[in-house]
């Protein structure tokens, strides 16, 4: 059973442009939702997280929408730069469950 | 930063051959855990470890899978009987609470097993 669901699988965007990527989860026992960030030859570093209390929280360039009824989260890249070229993970677990169920991954290219 | 190390970051081995990777976790982390992503899917759960025994393993991790941690830094994964589609990237990942949202998990940067 796919726990979270991803999509697109890969976008392509322009240099200051908004990246969008989302999630789908089935679980509704999930309460914590974290987005990772993967970079060639790198493991996964958490990006920026959310719990389902709130609908939105940003971090700088980096967002999360959180709509709780739809099952949905989505991770906004405002004025997307080239450094942010990576594989970007949405992912869920409940919360003092350690375990992670991982989304499939969207890579991100940003064209300068 | 602290970080997780893994070692080595590429290793081949033979179908049927034995392999152990190694991780030296972030010294105050009490959580433990070993990933795997296959090339071009998503970061699957393998197994989690405190106080020196598994705290929940998946259905991936099965007889032919094993985890240690012989001394008090390292941590390790080993599979008994490789097959084919063992081949991926395997991420180490530690954590200092048993819940993810504080700080996070560490991940180390993987190793990427070949089976041939």
């Known amino acids: 059973q796919q726990q979270v669901k991803q999509s697109p699988q890969s976008l392509i965007v322009q240099k200051g442009g908004i990246s969008i990527i989302n999630c789908a989860y089935e679980n509704t026992a999930f309460d914590y939702f974290p987005w990772y960030q993967q970079f060639p030859g790198k493991g996964p570093a958490l990006l920026i997280a959310?719990?389902?209390?709130?609908s939105e929280k940003k971090e700088g360039r980096f967002t999360i929408s959180f709509n709780k009824s739809a099952k949905q989260f989505s991770l906004h890249i405002m004025d997307s730069q080239p450094g942010d070229s990576a594989t970007y993970f949405c992912?869920?677990?409940?919360?003092?469950?350690?375990?992670?169920?991982f989304g499939a991954g969207t890579t991100v290219t940003v064209r300068a | 930063e602290p970080e997780v190390t893994q070692t080595p970051s590429h290793q081949v081995t033979q179908m049927g051959q034995e392999v152990i990777l190694r991780c030296v976790p972030i010294?105050?982390?009490?959580?433990f855990y070993w990933y795997r992503q296959i090339l071009g899917q998503k970061v699957e759960f393998l197994v989690s470890?405190?106080?020196?025994?598994?705290?929940?393993k998946s259905e991936i991790f099965d007889d032919q899978f094993s985890v240690e941690r012989p001394d008090g830094s390292n941590f390790t994964l080993k599979i008994r009987s490789t097959k084919l589609e063992d081949s991926a990237m395997y991420f180490c990942a530690s954590s200092r609470t048993q819940s993810p949202e504080d700080y996070g998990y560490t991940f180390g940067s993987g190793t990427r097993l070949t089976v041939v």
């Open positions: 992912a869920a677990s409940i919360l003092n469950d350690y375990k992670l169920s």
């Open positions: 010294s105050n982390h009490l959580y």
């Open positions: 959310i719990r389902p209390d709130v």
């Open positions: 470890f405190y106080n020196n025994e598994i705290s929940e």
